[in-house]
């Protein structure tokens, strides 16, 4: 992640990142969601959480045609 936005942090930092990054700490931050999508691009009624299960490519289960598209 560092690399990629290209930032040069040190340990402490680069420890809060790992722990910030984690599907579980992500899943629990409403930020990391797609909530404040307009409900015609994601409608999340009677979602439990707004991120499913954190496998790569787990959303062609649960996004239509044109959600897919829309993203």
Known sequence: LCQFLGQDLDED????LVQNASFTSMRENPMCSS??????????????TPLFSGICGDW???F????????
């Open 13 to 16: 930092a680069i420890s809060v």
């Open 35 to 48: 909530i404040l999508l307009p409900s015609d691009i994601m409608d999340q009624r009677g979602t439990k």
């Open 60 to 62: 062609k289960n649960h």
């Open 64 to 71: 239509t045609v044109t959600q897919s598209e829309t993203f």
